[in-house]
């Protein structure tokens, strides 16, 4: 026998969690890549300052939940790296996940590309825009602390009974049970306004629209198979926005 080429569990476990990073790092590559190209490109210019920061700003949020991520539960980058091709993934997620976190964020950012070309929407003074960048960063702010609160913020909505799934009830899920959602849905909606189109809002609101459908159907689901979280939903009544829903 070969010794050389044998593997052990720890570092056959090493070498899949490597791949995940890999994989993680190639996507928002990619990822960031082509939001440069959708924002600039549609526009038709290149001197758009809210487009860049827009751009720097998803580049700063991306590499720093990643990088954290590793460091508090590198286990969680392998599952969001392979999420899509868990067979306990429900259906309907696969498709509500592509629309909710690509093609409908793309689709407001064409659509601001093309009224900064065309001139579509009236001129947006830069006063509204910065309180719109600062609502963006606060979505940002509340979806990071829901994932950091959770070893088990998945991509896709399943049980991950093999990670030893629980109820969370740390961090902003005391107050919502879906604060990644929520943080989501403040993003979408002050993306438009800070990139001075009001036509972006068409696509975002109907990305906002999928999100609380999929925050629907994954507490649903959540409640039907996860050990506890009935009893959590007694204590935590709101799914995204205390007070409403």
């Known amino acids: 026998m070969n010794t050389n080429t044998s593997v052990t569990p720890s570092n056959k476990k090493s070498e899949i969690t490597n791949v995940g990073r890999v994989r993680m790092i190639i996507r928002a590559i990619v990822y960031m890549t082509l939001l440069l190209a959708i924002l600039f490109i549609t526009a038709g210019r290149w001197d758009w300052t809210m487009a860049w920061i827009y751009v720097g700003l998803m580049l700063i949020t991306s590499v720093v939940s990643r990088v954290m991520m590793l460091r508090k539960y590198p286990d969680l980058i392998e599952e969001r790296a392979g999420a899509l091709e868990k067979e306990d993934t429900k259906a309907w997620d696969k498709v509500l996940v592509r629309l909710t976190a690509f093609l409908g964020p ?140």
């Open 106 to 245: 793309l689709a407001t950012l064409i659509m601001a590309g093309l009224d900064m070309r065309f001139g579509w929407s009236p001129q947006i003074s830069l006063e509204p825009q910065l309180i719109a960048l600062a609502i963006l960063v606060l979505g940002y702010l509340v979806a990071y602390w829901a994932t950091m609160s959770n070893r088990f913020f998945s991509a896709t909505v399943r049980i991950q009974t093999e990670r030893g799934h629980t109820v969370v009830t740390d961090g902003p899920y005391q107050y919502v049970r879906h604060p990644g959602y929520a943080g989501g849905v403040i993003a979408h909606l002050a993306t438009p306004l800070m990139l001075g189109s009001l036509w972006a809002f068409i696509p975002a609101v109907l990305t906002v629209l999928l999100m609380i459908i999929r925050a629907a159907l994954e507490d649903k689901t959540l409640q039907e198979e996860l050990d506890g979280y009935k009893e959590y939903t007694q204590q935590v009544r709101y799914r995204l926005l205390p007070l409403i829903w």
